[in-house]
């Protein structure tokens, strides 16, 4: 098994011997690839005898040469596998994996996927790994599967078949399985791949940012959270309930089985009721690959923000705002680099705002300090310690609560119904939240109640909410409005709190 840049190597050694009869020497190989060093040529050479492609020659000024009897097969990486969430099957083609025979099954047409995801750990198969799989439609019960699922969404999960539907298992004991009545079945993982350069030494785009970027002193704020305290959210968010727990208290059913929050945000209400059994979700890509982040990796995390707070500046932040627009960060940024770059840009963006455009690219210029806080250990890692017995999916709401049942407790707290012309100034994804989507909530919200689930809402207090909740139990609560240009029309905003018990 050998990278792509292996692969060239391979091939000139193999061009090169047949010309000339010999093989070349590392300085020519260094100066045909275009190496930085006699030293990296060697290394992909020494590679190359390990995976069986070469061998070495004795008594030769030539050490080594293309081992001829032993053949090889190719085979093309086609994209990247989820390995927790399904996420949308997007091929691209032009990589290829090169195996030795014998590595593989002799029989099927065989591709490679690199994984993303944590949700296969208990089986070997890791964040940045790469599997290979033979292509079938069918798969025994265990096996690991590549499965399209929810129109073109794809997953990587055990397969097992059970009355009337499939379960796709999780390898991760923190996380619940998939359960649908159709699955499409592209495939069964042969071969896992680990310890490919490509792999550890490639550097992302956020890396190679921030080791260009110079030390600054403008960050000067130190936590106020220690290391015994409750977990709380760790990101800012426009809307969050934090400030209004207080008022919901008394609302809040006194016992429930499985808590669902399909709206998830900065998930005050979660880190709140810390349930033992939550389902957390939402369909903003980029927060839920965070939360995933801070669940995983946040060590790694913690130490992205360091970096990016001892480096804070006007000119630092809009390159990493920026990265979206240059790299499709959910393809060449891991779940930690994600979350470490959304929770800077929440410390340091205009007013904590979280807001993308109709490309669904961060939109937020700079706020008015560079002092801000940026890392706040404590949080993070207490957020991370919360997380871990949690399911975390990206879906619509629709989706996220499907299997809530009785005595289950399902939190709403979806984008408001807009009042005035400015209400939807903060665009949480590039999709809107329409009125039809209003009253698709309801609808789901009538089906829960139905299923004897205890369900509560918030919303704008306005004609078009009150009358569509008629029947339901209404609440007036008041929030702290803080995003308006004029300082004296911030103050206490009515709010909805609706419920049906």
Known sequence: MITKRQKQTLDFLTTYSKKHGFAPSLEEIKGHLKLSSVSTAHHHVKKLEEAGLIYKEINQPRAVAPKKALGSVHVPILGTIAAGLPIEAVERHGEMLVLSQG???????????????SSMIDDGIFDGDIVVIREQQSAEDGQTVVAIIDDNQATLKKIYKEKGRFRLQPANQNLLPFFRTEVEIRGVVVKIIRELESVHTHESELTK???????????KRETNSSPDEKATPFLQWVGGKRGMISQ???????KFNSYYEPFLGGGAMFFHLQPQKAILADNNTELIRAYEGIRDNPEEVIRLLKELRSKHSKELYP?????????????????????????????????????VNQKGQFNVPIGSSLNRLICDEHTIRSASAVLKNVAIKEVDFEMAVNDAGTNDFVYLDPPYYPISVYSDFTRYTKEKFHKEDQIRLKEKIDHLDKKGCKVMLSNSDCEFIRDLYKGYKIQQVFSGRTLNSKKDQRGKVAELLITNY
Do not use: W
Not at 103 to 117: D, F, R, S, T, W
Not at 248 to 254: A, V
């Open 209 to 219: 940012l921030l080791k260009r970027m110079p030390l600054t002193a403008n960050v």
């Open 319 to 355: 390159l990493v705002r920026n990265l979206d627009r240059e790299i499709d960060i959910f393809q060449k940024l891991n779940s930690a680099e994600i979350a470490a770059r959304m929770i800077y840009l929440n410390q340091t963006c205009f007013n904590g705002i979280y807001r």
């Open 103 to 117: 590595e593989i099954p002799n029989a099927g047409k065989h591709y490679a996927l690199k994984v993303a995801g």
């Open 248 to 254: 919901y208290e008394q609302f809040l059913p006194k």
